[in-house]
């Protein structure tokens, strides 16, 4: 049966939050709008609808938030043309061993899709996935599993045949919620309540992923 790993993007394949925060730093200021690093980072990861409204506040029109969600990305894109972006540790390595394997990968982010595709561009990458899903193909935002299944749906596994590699919190309690098992990339020492939880992937032991799919098969028989 297909088994399959499911990417979040922004903090798990790629280190995208300095272009992210100063594309909204430079977006908001534009709006007459200073934002904090600590309020860049209490929202990083998320959908763009869902941070606007709390860097306006009562300013937080439909039309504003739509006018300031694509000049935010647009100018994240260019950043990531201009600067161009990297995969973190072991990012690289994992999804070439995991498509050796004939694993299943899709990408399952908040991000809008363009997004996506400049960074899977940049690293040379889209060959690796057999689907991605966006912003736009969910109407709702991490921890809803609503991406999860979507993703899994896409590639044409399960649930339980799945494994989320996630670096937030949110994210980790949405595949929680979807059923699957998950893999949390912890940067800065953050508490992730995933299934395994590592630094860093380049420190993840060779035979995690086939480990954590049979534990999970072992755990559903015995229930």
Do not use: C
């Not at 997004?115 to 889209?126: F, I, K, P, R």
């Not at 339980?160 to 994210?171: C, T």
């Amino acid at each position: 049966m297909a088994r399959a790993v499911l990417w979040d993007m922004d903090g798990t394949l790629v280190d995208s939050e300095e272009l992210h925060w100063i594309s909204w730093r430079e977006t908001m200021a534009k709006e007459g709008v200073a934002i904090t690093h600590d309020q860049f980072l209490a929202s990083f990861g998320q959908r763009n609808d869902s941070t606007i409204p709390r860097y306006l506040g009562a300013g937080a029109t439909p039309e504003r938030i739509t006018k300031i969600s694509f000049n935010k990305d647009a100018l994240y894109r260019n950043l990531v043309r201009e600067k161009g972006i990297s995969p973190l540790p072991g990012v690289a390595h994992w999804v070439r061993i995991l498509h050796e394997q004939g694993w299943l990968q899709a990408i399952a982010s908040s991000a809008p899709r363009a997004n996506v595709e400049v960074v899977l561009d940049a690293l040379a990458a889209t060959n690796r996935f057999q689907a991605v899903v966006s912003a736009e193909d969910v109407r709702r935002g991490k921890p809803d599993p609503e991406v999860y299944l979507t993703a899994a749906a896409r590639v044409g596994t399960s649930p339980e045949r799945s494994i989320v590699v996630e670096d937030a919190a949110a994210g980790v309690e949405g595949a929680r919620r979807a059923g699957m098992r998950s893999i949390g990339v912890s940067h800065h020492g953050k508490r992730l309540p995933a299934d395994i939880v590592v630094q860093s992937l380049d420190l993840l032991k060779a035979d995690a992923f086939n480990a954590l799919l049979e534990s999970d098969s072992f755990a559903r028989m015995n229930e």
